[in-house]
């Protein structure tokens, strides 16, 4: 990654475990596509009812010409960071299958 992963929290605790499955989720998604330009997680927290509420999870992945916003939603922060990398890992996938048959195509058509 060329710039580093930034993390922002909103009404959560900071936690090292928290930190540390951003992390790990980022490195992954990284050996997946090795160009990532740089990747912006967000995490917020809006209370419901019983004292419960959600946690809502954003990751912005940004790729050369390209960006890939995804998100997660969840009661359990670490289930919300899981749901979005994952969202996140699907989508970067799908764009790294449509850039090798665009760099096919542009052989072939040589």
Known sequence: MNSPL???LRDVARSEALERRI???AAKLERLFADI???RVDISHAPGAGGLGTFAVRVDLYLPGDEIVTSG???DVQTA???AFGHAARHLQSYAQR?????RSRVGAA
């Open 23 to 25: 992390r790990e989720q």
């Open 37 to 39: 330009v740089g990747c």
């Open 73 to 75: 939603a969840n009661a």
């Open 81 to 83: 960071v899981r749901e």
């Open 99 to 103: 850039l090798r048959g665009h760099q």
């Open 6 to 8: 930034q993390i922002t």
